[in-house]
């Protein structure tokens, strides 16, 4: 966001309000005040929705993964958020759908495709670059947290139908459980203070976490995606 003259961010499904592509406009202006952002939905009423609250640097289109992009801006996205759209298809569409988005990337752009519950305190998403998936990111509220394999429920589409026995995903949850439970006398600073010990612990017993440390408080880790891909 911050290396690109005028980032072009799109909310792709943005849903039956276009109040995702509001916020997302508001937040990544503070790091980028040339960002615009695009909210693209198939369905032409929410479009018109859309329509009503768009702006100078603020546009919806209607189309689906193929991403349009309105033609005076660049014709391609430097990231394109995808969240709670795969998982209204079958599990053998996501590969297409994930190929049609990344065609639309700039060069070192990213496609970010996850699934949440409706107010975001459990989540997950798959950052992907242009050509393959990269990492696996988990994000929780933390506070009343009973184990984070919550988190398997809103799982995306790639991974959802894997988590059992045998598979990476599994064995990745239950290690990240098994760290939580290890580290409860930690909850008696804080349920920060026991995740950032969860995520140490799976760390230091191999599993390949990445990213910003600083994100651990935030109820986030983040995990390469060989290490967990079905």
Known sequence: MR???????????????PITAVELLSRLSKVNSQTHVVGIEIERERVERGLAVAGEKL????????????????????????FNVLRQYE????????????????????????????????????????NNPLTL???????????????????????????????????????????????AGLGAFGAAQRWVATCNQLAETGWPLTGDKKRWKLGELTVEWASVAP
């Open 59 to 82: 546009h919806f289109t209607h189309g689906g993964f193929e991403t349009p992009l309105p033609a005076d801006l660049a014709d391609r996205a430097t990231i394109i958020r995808a």
């Open 91 to 130: 599990e053998s569409a996501v590969a297409a759908a994930w190929a049609t988005m990344q065609a639309r990337l700039s060069e070192d752009g990213l496609l970010i495709e996850g699934t949440c519950d409706e107010i975001g305190r459990v989540s997950s998403w798959i950052t992907l670059d242009r």
């Open 3 to 17: 290396r690109t003259a005028t980032p072009v961010v799109v909310d792709l499904g943005f849903g039956a309000s």
């Open 137 to 183: 990111t988990i994000s929780l509220r933390l506070n009343g947290l009973e184990l984070p394999s919550k988190v398997a429920e809103r799982l995306p589409k790639a991974l959802i139908h894997h988590n059992q026995p045998g598979e990476k995903i599994h064995e990745f949850l239950q290690a990240l459980d098994g760290a939580w439970r290890s580290n």
